[in-house]
Structure formats: C-alpha cells, structure tokens
C-alpha cells in the first residue's frame, strides 16, 4: 500500500496544525508537509492524497494585500477537479467555500471561544460525522464566515449561534469538507493564539481569557476524543479502513 500523505497549508508562523491535529496524523501513520504559503510557493499535488487548509488573518478578498491566495485557491480547485480531500479549518474553510460560489462575509459579532454548535440532518448523515454527537463543543477564533444560503450542490453540515455555516460539505464528494471551528487546537495551542493574536481576538468578541484557557484545559480530553474520531472518519474516506 502506497504511504499517506497529504499537503498541510499555514497562514501565520504561530497558527500551524494543532496538538489534536498533529496527533490524530501521527496515529494514523500520515505523511505530511506543512508549507507556509506566504513565504514559499506551493509544491505540485502529485505526491499527496489531499490537502489541509489552516486558519489565519486574511480574508478571502484579501488578494492585493496576501497575494498568495490567488495561487491558493487555483490549487483549491485542482484538489476539487482531481478528486482529492479537502478539509479546510476556520480561513481554510471560508477559502473553499469562496471558491465554490459561497458569500464569505463578516459576522454580525466575531465568534472568539468555545461555544456548543450542532449537526444538521445532512451533518449526521455525512461519513465524517459518524459516531459523532449531534451537539458538538467549538473552539472559534474569526470575524468572518460563510453566509447562507448555500449553492445547490453544497450541504450545510453544522451550525451555531456564533456562525450559520460551521460545516459545509460538496455534496457529491464527501472528502470536500469545510470547518468554520478549530477544534485541531488543544489547550496549548489557545494559549500561543491569545499571545500572538488575542488584541484582535478579544476586542469586540466578549470573550474572556481566563475563561477561555480554563475552558480549553476542562474539555482538552473530551474534544481531543471527538478530534480524533472526526479525523479517523476523513481518513477513512480518503484511505480505506
């Protein structure tokens, strides 16, 4: 059997894969390469199975100002055309849905934290989901997001009241998948992101810090279980059992 291995890409020096990200690839025996695409170009699709897409600070539209994502969203695309994965977290995620035909606009508040999002019907039908509770813990970092209603061959697979579209999936591929949330960020993770980027995320959110890391350090186990379980899923649907 041909090695795993799939293309991780990184907006921000101090936003890489997640502690539950990194493990949930290490688990799995997955081959991997982080490319920081603001600094570096992105390497041929030939050698992986598919591609992660982290978060970050630009916004879609950002083009003139983050140049990179114009050669981001073709390589996007060619995932899509050449039936490769796709998972996208929080940027990542908007970027696909961007490419798709999807509004990605500001939210009427940022949803910084942890709050409870649910699955939708389509959500707890969807491969990835399965073995997943209908109400899931979301750790959120973002101003903007998806904005309903959805193109005809796109699903909404979960919702919250911070964000209407906080998984979206290509209906006639499974292995297409966008998170709006970052739940790849264990405790530690929150803490580097509250360090490097917590002006921005704590001005106008309500969020609270010493919540949010008491928080992240309460449910680290629990949504690290359900990370896992989520990933093992997406890794059945690219590799098999």
């Given at each position: 059997m041909a090695a795993k291995s799939l293309?991780?890409?990184?907006h921000m020096d101090w936003e890489g894969p997640g502690q539950h990200l990194l493990a949930a690839l290490l688990e799995a025996e997955v081959n991997f390469q982080v490319?920081?695409?603001?600094?570096?170009?992105?390497?041929?699709?030939?050698?992986?199975?598919?591609?992660?897409?982290?978060?970050?600070?630009?916004n879609v539209d950002e083009e003139k100002q983050f140049p990179y994502l114009i050669p981001?969203?073709?390589?996007?695309?060619?995932?899509?055309a050449a039936g490769k994965a796709y998972l996208g977290f929080c940027l990542g995620h908007q970027l696909l849905g961007n490419v798709l035909g999807c509004r990605v606009g500001p939210l009427p508040q940022k949803s910084v934290g942890f709050i409870t999002g649910e699955l939708t019907s389509a959500g707890l039908a969807h491969p990835a989901f399965q073995g997943l509770p209908p109400k899931l813990n979301l750790f959120k970092w973002h101003g903007q997001g998806v904005l309903p209603p959805l193109p005809a061959d796109l699903s909404l697979l979960a919702r919250s009241e911070g964000a209407p579209v906080e998984a979206l999936g290509l209906i006639d591929?499974?292995?297409?998948?966008?998170?709006?949330?970052?739940?790849?960020?264990?405790?530690?993770?929150?803490?580097?992101?509250?360090?490097?980027?917590?002006?921005?995320?704590?001005?106008?959110?309500?969020?609270?810090?010493?919540?949010?890391?008491?928080?992240?350090v309460a449910q680290e186990a629990a949504m690290g279980r359900e990370f896992h379980h989520f990933?093992?899923?997406?890794f059945r649907l690219i590799w098999g059992s």
């Open positions: 293309l991780i890409v990184q490319t920081k695409a603001w600094e570096e170009p992105l390497p041929s699709l030939d050698p992986f199975d598919g591609m992660i897409v982290l978060g970050g600070s630009p981001l969203k073709a390589r996007i695309r060619e995932v899509i591929n499974p292995r297409i998948l966008g998170l709006q949330f970052d739940n790849h960020a264990a405790a530690m993770d929150v803490a580097t992101w509250l360090k490097h980027d917590g002006d921005w995320a704590l001005s106008g959110s309500g969020a609270d810090p010493e919540t949010m890391i008491t928080t992240a990933m093992k899923n997406f």
